[in-house]
């Protein structure tokens, strides 16, 4: 019954290894989203995708690699991962992604650890 | 210059009193959507209440409601009766224009309610 799920929920790791995070949604949108949450708790768009297309992509890192196989799909690849990329990762998607009453609903997050 | 503030980093509210949550804006763009999100201890975001900047009225969510004042450019969350169950961070959201829903997040506002 998730409507927006994410794996792993935890997720601990050594400098310098590559990640996935995955994100799948079964509420049929179109539009998927990936979110930084800092130490501060401040939130921060990094990418988003369209019926599996790049519609947004903000001032990340190259280290990191949105990818989306169909539109309930996307998932989040992060090379050689650095002390600074700890944070909860969250996955959102919207019916449409563009548009007044668009709204995004958020998976439950992922807390990268790097040590 | 932000875009949104929150200006409450904390607030305390006894059970069943209302509390307000302050979220200023900023934007040159006649067309644009304000959210307000909770996110409990346990981290997920939770979706509560959406104002279009065309909406004649403000929104109301059972016991959320949002005080749109446009031409302060505030949209402030209003919490009825409050439970101990709403103890969480808030957060404002906004969406600009009518392109692509890139949400840009307030820094937050911690509720702590109080038996």
């Known amino acids: 019954d998730t409507a927006v799920s994410q794996t792993p929920k935890y997720l601990v790791t050594q400098m310098g290894n590559d990640k996935s995070i995955k994100c799948e949604q079964n509420?049929?949108?179109?539009?998927m989203y990936w979110y930084k949450q800092d130490s501060k708790k401040f939130l921060k768009i990094m990418f988003s995708y369209n019926n599996k297309e790049l519609i947004i992509n903000e001032t990340v890192p190259n280290r990191f690699s949105p990818k989306s196989p169909d539109k309930a799909h996307l998932n989040l690849h992060i090379n050689s991962l650095e002390l600074g990329d700890s944070a909860v990762y969250f996955c959102?998607?919207?019916?449409?992604?563009?548009?007044?009453?668009?709204?995004?609903?958020f998976g439950p997050g992922t807390r990268l650890t790097v040590l | 210059a932000q875009k949104i503030t929150q200006t409450q980093p904390g607030m305390f509210v006894q059970e069943k009193e209302a509390v307000t949550l302050d979220c200023t804006y900023d934007?040159?763009?006649?067309?644009?959507?304000l959210f307000w999100y909770k996110q409990p201890s346990s981290g997920e975001m939770i979706f509560l209440i959406y104002?279009?900047?065309?909406?004649?009225q403000n929104a109301t969510e059972g016991r959320y409601s949002l005080n749109f004042q446009k031409a302060r450019k505030s949209a402030n969350l209003v919490i009825s009766a409050s439970q101990l169950g709403d103890s969480a961070m808030y957060f404002c959201a906004m969406r600009e224009g009518g392109g692509y829903n890139k949400l840009i997040f307030g820094a937050g506002t911690r509720l702590a309610v109080h038996p």
């Open positions: 509420l049929g949108h179109d539009t």
């Open positions: 934007t040159s763009d006649p067309s644009y959507g």
């Open positions: 959102a998607s919207s019916p449409y992604g563009r548009g007044g009453t668009d709204t995004q609903y």
């Open positions: 104002q279009g900047s065309y909406d004649q």
